[in-house]
Protein backbone atom coordinates (compact mmCIF):
# COMPACT_ATOMS: atom_id res chain seq x y z
CA UNK A 1 0.00 0.00 0.00
CA UNK A 2 3.08 2.65 1.22
CA UNK A 3 5.25 1.19 -2.17
CA UNK A 4 2.55 2.25 -4.39
CA UNK A 5 1.02 5.55 -2.22
CA UNK A 6 -2.56 3.91 -2.00
CA UNK A 7 -5.12 4.45 0.34
CA UNK A 8 -9.07 2.92 1.22
CA UNK A 9 -11.95 5.61 1.24
CA UNK A 10 -14.79 4.26 2.81
CA UNK A 11 -18.08 6.44 2.37
CA UNK A 12 -20.86 5.39 5.12
CA UNK A 13 -24.49 6.49 5.16
CA UNK A 14 -26.36 4.81 7.95
CA UNK A 15 -24.28 1.55 7.59
CA UNK A 16 -23.59 1.17 11.53
CA UNK A 17 -24.64 -2.71 11.84
CA UNK A 18 -21.75 -3.44 9.44
CA UNK A 19 -19.22 -0.64 9.61
CA UNK A 20 -17.14 -1.76 12.52
CA UNK A 21 -17.04 -5.09 10.56
CA UNK A 22 -15.76 -3.28 7.97
CA UNK A 23 -13.50 -1.31 9.05
CA UNK A 24 -11.47 -4.08 11.34
CA UNK A 25 -10.81 -6.06 8.48
CA UNK A 26 -9.33 -2.77 6.21
CA UNK A 27 -6.67 -1.92 9.26
CA UNK A 28 -6.01 -5.79 9.36
CA UNK A 29 -4.09 -4.65 5.58
CA UNK A 30 -3.41 -0.97 6.20
CA UNK A 31 -3.87 1.69 8.34
CA UNK A 32 -3.85 4.43 5.24
CA UNK A 33 -8.02 4.70 5.82
CA UNK A 34 -10.23 7.50 5.06
CA UNK A 35 -13.87 7.40 5.76
CA UNK A 36 -16.30 9.87 4.85
CA UNK A 37 -19.78 10.19 6.85
CA UNK A 38 -22.26 11.21 4.58
CA UNK A 39 -24.21 13.23 7.18
CA UNK A 40 -25.13 9.65 9.13
CA UNK A 41 -28.03 10.02 11.47
CA UNK A 42 -27.62 6.51 13.24
CA UNK A 43 -24.44 5.44 15.72
CA UNK A 44 -22.13 5.86 12.88
CA UNK A 45 -20.34 8.72 14.73
CA UNK A 46 -19.99 6.90 18.08
CA UNK A 47 -18.50 3.95 15.91
CA UNK A 48 -15.43 6.55 14.20
CA UNK A 49 -14.71 7.40 17.52
CA UNK A 50 -13.12 4.45 18.48
CA UNK A 51 -11.06 4.60 15.63
CA UNK A 52 -9.00 7.53 16.01
CA UNK A 53 -5.83 6.07 13.66
CA UNK A 54 -8.63 6.24 11.17
CA UNK A 55 -8.58 9.46 8.27
CA UNK A 56 -12.31 11.17 9.07
CA UNK A 57 -14.52 13.56 7.63
CA UNK A 58 -17.51 14.07 8.88
CA UNK A 59 -19.84 15.92 5.97
CA UNK A 60 -23.06 18.13 7.67
CA UNK A 61 -25.61 16.53 5.42
CA UNK A 62 -26.31 13.65 3.92
CA UNK A 63 -25.78 14.49 -0.38
CA UNK A 64 -25.18 11.34 -1.60
CA UNK A 65 -22.16 8.76 -2.53
CA UNK A 66 -21.05 11.09 -5.46
CA UNK A 67 -20.24 13.82 -3.24
CA UNK A 68 -18.86 11.77 -0.42
CA UNK A 69 -16.36 10.37 -2.97
CA UNK A 70 -15.27 13.71 -4.49
CA UNK A 71 -14.29 14.92 -0.76
CA UNK A 72 -12.69 11.33 0.07
CA UNK A 73 -10.87 12.14 -3.53
CA UNK A 74 -9.71 15.68 -2.23
CA UNK A 75 -8.38 14.74 1.13
CA UNK A 76 -6.27 11.50 -0.57
CA UNK A 77 -4.75 13.48 -2.54
CA UNK A 78 -4.01 16.27 0.02
CA UNK A 79 -2.58 13.57 2.19
CA UNK A 80 -0.23 12.65 -0.99
CA UNK A 81 -1.75 10.02 -2.31
CA UNK A 82 -1.50 8.66 -5.73
CA UNK A 83 -4.40 5.74 -5.90
CA UNK A 84 -7.56 5.36 -3.41
CA UNK A 85 -9.64 1.96 -3.49
CA UNK A 86 -13.10 2.44 -2.20
CA UNK A 87 -14.94 0.16 -0.13
CA UNK A 88 -18.68 0.16 0.60
CA UNK A 89 -19.68 0.18 4.16
CA UNK A 90 -22.48 -2.28 3.36
CA UNK A 91 -20.57 -5.38 4.05
CA UNK A 92 -21.12 -6.83 0.80
CA UNK A 93 -16.99 -6.59 -0.36
CA UNK A 94 -14.31 -8.40 1.36
CA UNK A 95 -11.29 -6.34 2.96
CA UNK A 96 -9.35 -9.47 1.95
CA UNK A 97 -9.69 -8.96 -1.63
CA UNK A 98 -7.70 -5.85 -1.32
CA UNK A 99 -3.95 -7.37 -2.44
CA UNK A 100 -5.86 -8.33 -5.58
CA UNK A 101 -5.98 -4.53 -6.81
CA UNK A 102 -2.71 -4.87 -5.28
CA UNK A 103 -1.49 -6.73 -7.59
CA UNK A 104 -2.86 -6.26 -10.73
CA UNK A 105 -1.86 -2.49 -10.21
CA UNK A 106 1.94 -3.37 -9.68
CA UNK A 107 1.54 -6.07 -12.79
CA UNK A 108 0.03 -3.53 -14.68
CA UNK A 109 2.76 -1.53 -17.35
CA UNK A 110 0.00 1.19 -17.92
CA UNK A 111 -0.25 2.89 -14.45
CA UNK A 112 -3.45 4.98 -15.89
CA UNK A 113 -5.31 2.40 -14.72
CA UNK A 114 -8.97 2.56 -12.83
CA UNK A 115 -10.23 -1.25 -11.43
CA UNK A 116 -13.67 -2.05 -11.01
CA UNK A 117 -13.95 -4.97 -8.93
CA UNK A 118 -16.31 -7.67 -11.36
CA UNK A 119 -19.23 -9.66 -8.98
CA UNK A 120 -20.03 -12.88 -10.11
CA UNK A 121 -23.69 -11.99 -10.71
CA UNK A 122 -24.43 -15.49 -11.58
CA UNK A 123 -24.40 -16.85 -7.61
CA UNK A 124 -27.32 -17.90 -5.93
CA UNK A 125 -27.90 -14.85 -3.29
CA UNK A 126 -27.56 -11.64 -6.09
CA UNK A 127 -30.88 -10.23 -6.75
CA UNK A 128 -32.46 -9.96 -9.42
CA UNK A 129 -32.79 -6.55 -10.17
CA UNK A 130 -29.12 -6.36 -9.60
CA UNK A 131 -28.25 -8.62 -12.20
CA UNK A 132 -30.87 -6.18 -14.47
CA UNK A 133 -29.57 -3.17 -13.81
CA UNK A 134 -26.01 -4.51 -14.20
CA UNK A 135 -26.36 -5.79 -17.63
CA UNK A 136 -27.96 -2.69 -17.99
CA UNK A 137 -25.33 -0.24 -17.82
CA UNK A 138 -22.67 -2.86 -18.83
CA UNK A 139 -24.26 -1.95 -22.60
CA UNK A 140 -24.46 1.91 -22.56
CA UNK A 141 -20.92 1.55 -20.95
CA UNK A 142 -19.43 -0.15 -24.19
CA UNK A 143 -21.73 1.87 -26.42
CA UNK A 144 -20.38 5.05 -24.99
CA UNK A 145 -16.87 3.93 -25.09
CA UNK A 146 -16.16 1.13 -27.21
CA UNK A 147 -15.20 -0.90 -24.07
CA UNK A 148 -16.62 -4.40 -22.78
CA UNK A 149 -16.51 -4.76 -18.72
CA UNK A 150 -18.35 -7.43 -17.04
CA UNK A 151 -18.90 -5.46 -14.21
CA UNK A 152 -19.87 -1.41 -14.12
CA UNK A 153 -21.57 -0.97 -10.88
CA UNK A 154 -19.46 -2.01 -8.58
CA UNK A 155 -18.17 0.05 -5.88
CA UNK A 156 -15.39 -1.58 -5.26
CA UNK A 157 -12.46 -0.11 -7.07
CA UNK A 158 -8.66 1.45 -7.43
CA UNK A 159 -9.05 4.90 -8.99
CA UNK A 160 -5.57 6.95 -10.20
CA UNK A 161 -6.46 9.98 -8.05
CA UNK A 162 -4.14 12.42 -10.47
CA UNK A 163 -5.99 11.38 -13.75
CA UNK A 164 -9.73 11.99 -11.71
CA UNK A 165 -8.71 15.30 -10.61
CA UNK A 166 -8.58 15.82 -14.30
CA UNK A 167 -12.23 15.23 -14.82
CA UNK A 168 -14.92 17.63 -14.44
CA UNK A 169 -17.23 15.24 -11.91
CA UNK A 170 -21.04 16.48 -11.63
CA UNK A 171 -23.23 14.17 -10.25
CA UNK A 172 -23.77 13.84 -6.43
CA UNK A 173 -25.73 10.38 -6.06
CA UNK A 174 -25.29 7.05 -6.97
CA UNK A 175 -24.39 8.19 -10.82
CA UNK A 176 -21.31 9.32 -10.05
CA UNK A 177 -19.90 6.06 -10.12
CA UNK A 178 -21.15 5.87 -13.62
CA UNK A 179 -20.02 8.89 -14.52
CA UNK A 180 -16.67 8.81 -13.22
CA UNK A 181 -15.98 5.48 -15.58
CA UNK A 182 -17.05 6.58 -18.55
CA UNK A 183 -15.30 10.14 -18.20
CA UNK A 184 -12.34 8.69 -17.36
CA UNK A 185 -12.02 6.25 -20.38
CA UNK A 186 -13.24 8.63 -22.86
CA UNK A 187 -9.75 10.64 -21.05
CA UNK A 188 -7.89 8.35 -21.91
CA UNK A 189 -7.62 6.05 -18.59
CA UNK A 190 -7.58 2.18 -18.65
CA UNK A 191 -10.72 1.03 -17.59
CA UNK A 192 -10.59 -2.90 -16.23
CA UNK A 193 -12.30 -5.80 -14.46
CA UNK A 194 -10.73 -7.98 -11.98
CA UNK A 195 -12.64 -10.45 -10.25
CA UNK A 196 -13.93 -9.91 -6.77
CA UNK A 197 -16.20 -11.94 -3.95
CA UNK A 198 -19.20 -10.63 -2.81
CA UNK A 199 -21.50 -11.22 -0.40
CA UNK A 200 -25.65 -10.49 -0.22
CA UNK A 201 -26.65 -11.40 3.75
CA UNK A 202 -30.17 -9.75 3.67
CA UNK A 203 -30.40 -9.75 7.18
CA UNK A 204 -26.87 -7.46 7.54
CA UNK A 205 -27.06 -5.29 4.48
CA UNK A 206 -28.30 -1.91 4.22
CA UNK A 207 -28.41 -0.56 0.53
CA UNK A 208 -29.74 2.68 0.24
CA UNK A 209 -30.01 2.45 -3.48
CA UNK A 210 -33.86 3.81 -4.21
CA UNK A 211 -34.58 1.46 -7.32
CA UNK A 212 -37.27 4.11 -9.27
CA UNK A 213 -35.43 7.86 -8.24
CA UNK A 214 -31.64 6.83 -8.77
CA UNK A 215 -32.26 4.45 -11.71
CA UNK A 216 -34.29 7.35 -13.24
CA UNK A 217 -30.86 9.54 -12.57
CA UNK A 218 -28.71 6.92 -14.15
CA UNK A 219 -31.19 6.86 -17.05
CA UNK A 220 -30.98 10.41 -17.39
CA UNK A 221 -27.29 10.56 -17.53
CA UNK A 222 -26.73 7.39 -20.19
CA UNK A 223 -28.74 9.64 -22.30
CA UNK A 224 -26.30 12.54 -22.47
CA UNK A 225 -23.35 10.33 -22.52
CA UNK A 226 -25.00 8.74 -25.72
CA UNK A 227 -25.79 12.36 -26.80
CA UNK A 228 -21.95 12.99 -26.69
CA UNK A 229 -20.36 10.16 -27.72
CA UNK A 230 -22.39 10.56 -30.82
CA UNK A 231 -21.71 14.31 -31.95
CA UNK A 232 -17.93 14.74 -29.87
CA UNK A 233 -16.37 11.70 -28.10
CA UNK A 234 -16.68 8.65 -31.22
CA UNK A 235 -16.10 11.76 -34.21
CA UNK A 236 -13.33 13.32 -31.87
CA UNK A 237 -11.37 9.75 -31.75
CA UNK A 238 -11.62 9.38 -35.49
CA UNK A 239 -10.30 12.13 -36.09
CA UNK A 240 -7.45 12.05 -33.69
CA UNK A 241 -6.79 8.17 -35.45
CA UNK A 242 -6.64 9.90 -38.72
CA UNK A 243 -4.21 12.80 -37.76
CA UNK A 244 -2.02 10.44 -36.07
CA UNK A 245 -1.90 7.86 -38.73
CA UNK A 246 -2.18 10.36 -41.82
CA UNK A 247 -5.28 9.54 -44.41
CA UNK A 248 -3.42 7.62 -46.32
CA UNK A 249 -2.42 5.34 -44.33
CA UNK A 250 -5.65 5.60 -42.07
CA UNK A 251 -7.21 4.20 -45.34
CA UNK A 252 -4.69 1.27 -45.64
CA UNK A 253 -4.46 0.38 -42.02
CA UNK A 254 -8.25 0.83 -40.94
CA UNK A 255 -10.05 -0.04 -44.13
CA UNK A 256 -8.32 -1.75 -46.85
CA UNK A 257 -6.49 -4.22 -44.09
CA UNK A 258 -9.25 -4.22 -41.66
CA UNK A 259 -10.20 -8.01 -40.18
CA UNK A 260 -13.82 -7.16 -41.70
CA UNK A 261 -15.11 -8.82 -44.77
CA UNK A 262 -15.30 -7.43 -47.91
CA UNK A 263 -18.96 -7.35 -47.74
CA UNK A 264 -19.51 -5.67 -44.50
CA UNK A 265 -16.77 -3.00 -45.51
CA UNK A 266 -18.89 -2.29 -48.57
CA UNK A 267 -21.79 -2.09 -46.69
CA UNK A 268 -20.41 0.03 -44.26
CA UNK A 269 -19.30 2.56 -47.30
CA UNK A 270 -23.09 2.52 -49.00
CA UNK A 271 -24.28 3.22 -45.42
CA UNK A 272 -22.03 6.14 -44.97
CA UNK A 273 -22.43 7.00 -48.01
CA UNK A 274 -26.40 7.15 -47.90
CA UNK A 275 -26.44 8.62 -44.56
CA UNK A 276 -24.33 11.63 -45.67
CA UNK A 277 -26.12 12.42 -48.86
CA UNK A 278 -30.00 11.71 -47.42
CA UNK A 279 -31.14 15.54 -45.92
CA UNK A 280 -30.54 14.64 -42.27
CA UNK A 281 -28.22 17.31 -41.68
CA UNK A 282 -27.51 18.25 -37.99
CA UNK A 283 -28.23 14.45 -37.56
CA UNK A 284 -26.27 12.23 -39.77
CA UNK A 285 -23.18 11.45 -36.93
CA UNK A 286 -26.14 10.43 -34.77
CA UNK A 287 -27.44 8.45 -37.39
CA UNK A 288 -24.46 6.78 -39.04
CA UNK A 289 -23.03 5.53 -35.64
CA UNK A 290 -26.43 4.21 -34.56
CA UNK A 291 -27.02 2.42 -37.65
CA UNK A 292 -23.56 1.68 -37.73
CA UNK A 293 -24.32 -0.41 -33.98
CA UNK A 294 -27.07 -1.63 -34.48
CA UNK A 295 -26.17 -3.28 -38.27
CA UNK A 296 -22.93 -4.24 -36.62
CA UNK A 297 -20.60 -2.39 -39.38
CA UNK A 298 -17.86 -0.49 -39.61
CA UNK A 299 -18.22 2.48 -37.47
CA UNK A 300 -14.77 4.18 -38.89
CA UNK A 301 -15.76 3.23 -42.22
CA UNK A 302 -19.46 4.56 -42.44
CA UNK A 303 -18.87 7.59 -40.76
CA UNK A 304 -15.28 8.35 -42.66
CA UNK A 305 -18.13 8.36 -45.98
CA UNK A 306 -21.01 9.33 -44.48
CA UNK A 307 -18.83 12.96 -44.59
CA UNK A 308 -18.95 13.02 -48.81
CA UNK A 309 -21.32 15.73 -47.66
CA UNK A 310 -18.90 18.34 -46.91
CA UNK A 311 -19.65 21.85 -46.94
CA UNK A 312 -17.78 22.44 -50.84
CA UNK A 313 -20.12 19.17 -52.19
CA UNK A 314 -23.39 20.48 -50.57
CA UNK A 315 -24.29 22.64 -53.10
CA UNK A 316 -23.56 19.71 -55.75
CA UNK A 317 -25.55 17.12 -53.59
CA UNK A 318 -28.35 19.83 -53.47
CA UNK A 319 -28.33 20.23 -56.91
CA UNK A 320 -28.01 16.58 -58.31
CA UNK A 321 -31.03 16.05 -55.83
CA UNK A 322 -33.36 18.55 -57.35
CA UNK A 323 -32.68 17.24 -60.70
CA UNK A 324 -33.05 13.55 -60.22
CA UNK A 325 -36.38 15.07 -58.08
CA UNK A 326 -37.65 16.87 -60.70
CA UNK A 327 -37.43 13.48 -63.05
CA UNK A 328 -38.86 11.26 -60.43
CA UNK A 329 -41.79 13.42 -59.90
CA UNK A 330 -42.23 15.31 -63.07
CA UNK A 331 -42.67 18.67 -61.59
CA UNK A 332 -40.34 21.11 -63.66
CA UNK A 333 -38.37 23.27 -62.18
CA UNK A 334 -35.89 26.46 -63.26
CA UNK A 335 -33.27 27.66 -61.39
CA UNK A 336 -29.77 28.50 -61.85
CA UNK A 337 -26.42 27.40 -59.78
CA UNK A 338 -26.54 31.01 -58.52
CA UNK A 339 -30.06 30.27 -57.42
CA UNK A 340 -28.81 27.54 -55.45
CA UNK A 341 -25.73 29.12 -53.77
CA UNK A 342 -26.88 32.38 -52.79
CA UNK A 343 -30.70 32.61 -52.26
CA UNK A 344 -31.37 29.12 -51.79
CA UNK A 345 -34.37 28.97 -54.23
CA UNK A 346 -34.90 25.40 -54.65
CA UNK A 347 -35.74 24.86 -50.86
CA UNK A 348 -38.92 26.45 -52.15
CA UNK A 349 -39.39 23.03 -53.72
CA UNK A 350 -38.97 20.70 -50.61
CA UNK A 351 -41.19 17.91 -51.98
CA UNK A 352 -38.92 17.86 -55.26
CA UNK A 353 -35.88 18.06 -53.37
CA UNK A 354 -36.40 15.42 -50.76
CA UNK A 355 -37.99 12.56 -53.49
CA UNK A 356 -34.65 13.85 -54.96
CA UNK A 357 -32.29 13.55 -52.35
CA UNK A 358 -33.36 9.99 -51.11
CA UNK A 359 -32.78 8.72 -54.61
CA UNK A 360 -29.58 9.91 -54.80
CA UNK A 361 -28.38 8.87 -51.87
CA UNK A 362 -29.81 5.09 -52.83
CA UNK A 363 -28.05 5.01 -56.19
CA UNK A 364 -25.17 6.48 -54.75
CA UNK A 365 -24.59 4.13 -51.87
CA UNK A 366 -25.29 1.19 -54.30
CA UNK A 367 -22.49 2.79 -56.62
CA UNK A 368 -20.07 3.27 -54.17
CA UNK A 369 -21.00 -0.01 -52.14
CA UNK A 370 -20.31 -2.06 -55.46
CA UNK A 371 -17.41 -0.09 -56.63
CA UNK A 372 -15.77 -0.40 -52.99
CA UNK A 373 -16.55 -4.49 -52.57
CA UNK A 374 -14.99 -4.70 -56.36
CA UNK A 375 -11.82 -3.06 -55.16
CA UNK A 376 -11.48 -5.24 -51.98
CA UNK A 377 -12.52 -8.57 -53.53
CA UNK A 378 -9.51 -7.36 -56.16
CA UNK A 379 -7.48 -6.90 -53.38
CA UNK A 380 -8.36 -9.61 -51.28
CA UNK A 381 -7.22 -11.91 -54.60
CA UNK A 382 -3.83 -10.20 -55.24
CA UNK A 383 -3.04 -10.32 -51.29
CA UNK A 384 -3.72 -14.37 -51.68
CA UNK A 385 -2.28 -14.67 -54.58
CA UNK A 386 1.33 -13.31 -54.04
CA UNK A 387 0.98 -15.28 -50.46
Same mark, same amino acid.
Given at each position: ????????????????????????????? +??????????????????????????????? /??????????????????????????????????????????????????????????????????? =???????????????? /? +???? $??? +??????????????????????????????????????????????????????????????????????? +??????????????????????? =?????????? $????????????????????????????????????????????????????????????????????????????????????????? /??????????? =????????????????????????????????
Amino acid at each position: MQRLGCCVLVPTYNNGGTLKKVLDGILKR +TTSVIVINDGATDNTADILAAYPEVQQLHLP /ENKGKGNALRHGFEKAIALGFAYAITIDSDGQHYPDDIPVFLEALENSENKNILLIGARNMAQSDVP =GKSSFGNKFSNFWFWF /E +TGKR $LTD +TQSGYRLYPLKEIAKLRLRTPKFEFEIEVIVKAAWNGTSVQNIPIRISYDEEERVSHFRTVPDFARISVLN +TWFVIVALFYIKPRNLFRKIKKK =GFKQFLIENV $LQHNDSPKKKALSIALGVFIGICPFWGFQTLLVFSLAVFLKLNKAIAFAFSNVSIPPMIPFIIYGSVHLGMFLTGEPLSFSMDDLTQNL /EVLQHLKTYLV =GSFALALIAAVLFGSIGYAVLIAKQKITVDNG
